[in-house]
């Protein structure tokens, strides 16, 4: 069965940086595309980043754009989102999710999350 | 970007009351619309996929419908385990794939 993991997250001050990290299993990882999606304490959903199954062409939000950096990791089966210039407001739960074999943006599978807090 | 607003942002029912949630696109997005449903403390899950396509494993009671900026979710018979927040999201505009504000359903 498909299964995402995402670690990395912790308490950073603002300025700083931080690499999250998402381990897929159950499914053929280097076919797929990939997203982020970060949800602020209490708040709705925001799409952050996305990156096609070869990792040739990524997309980014405007709030993160320059800041942020995803990446993956075909032979690992793994996708990073490197972050850095934190801010206050990127405190928010992480989210990696699935997409399709072509980028669809149905997202049929989703990590648990992990929590980053960008505090002084 | 495509603006996505869910009426309404709270609402209350009894198990076994029929629920529909709006949601509305500020551009026409044909039928590029998903749905999803989050418990607390739980990654989102998808419920319907393309404004009317159910997700394999969820419950017939959900469903889906609309095109063009107008779209409903509607659970014909609420069940205790249907109380948690839903969100829209359009996924026309690739890859800026925006989310509707969620709408939180409460037990009365």
């Known amino acids: 069965q498909v299964q995402l993991v995402e670690s990395g997250g912790g308490v950073v001050q603002p300025g700083g940086s931080l690499r999250l990290s998402c381990a897929a299993s159950?499914?053929?990882?280097?076919?797929?595309?990939m997203h982020w999606v970060r949800q602020a304490p209490g708040k709705g959903l925001e799409w952050v980043a996305f990156?096609?199954?070869?990792?040739?062409?990524?997309y980014y939000a405007d709030s993160v754009k320059g800041r942020f950096t995803i990446s993956r990791d075909n032979s690992k089966n793994t996708l990073y989102l490197q972050m850095n210039s934190l801010r206050a407001e990127d405190t928010a739960v992480y989210y990696c999710a699935k997409d399709g074999m072509v980028m669809t943006g149905i997202l049929g599978y989703w990590g648990q999350g992990t929590l980053v807090t960008v505090s002084s | 970007d495509i603006q996505m607003t869910q009426s309404p942002s709270s609402l209350s029912a009894s198990v076994g009351d029929r629920v529909t949630i709006t949601c509305r696109a500020s551009q026409s997005i044909s039928s590029y619309l998903n749905w999803y449903q989050q418990k607390p403390g739980k990654a989102p899950k998808l419920l319907i996929y393309?404004?009317?396509s159910l997700q394999s494993g969820v419950p017939s009671r959900f469903s889906g419908s609309g095109s063009g900026t107008d779209f409903t979710l509607t659970i014909s018979s609420l069940q205790p385990e249907d109380f948690a927040t839903y969100y829209c999201q359009q996924s026309y505009s690739t890859p800026r794939y925006t989310f509707g504000q969620g709408t939180k359903l409460e037990i009365k």
């Open positions: 393309t404004a009317s």
């Open positions: 990156i096609h199954y070869d990792g040739n062409n990524k």
């Open positions: 159950g499914f053929t990882f280097s076919t797929y595309g």
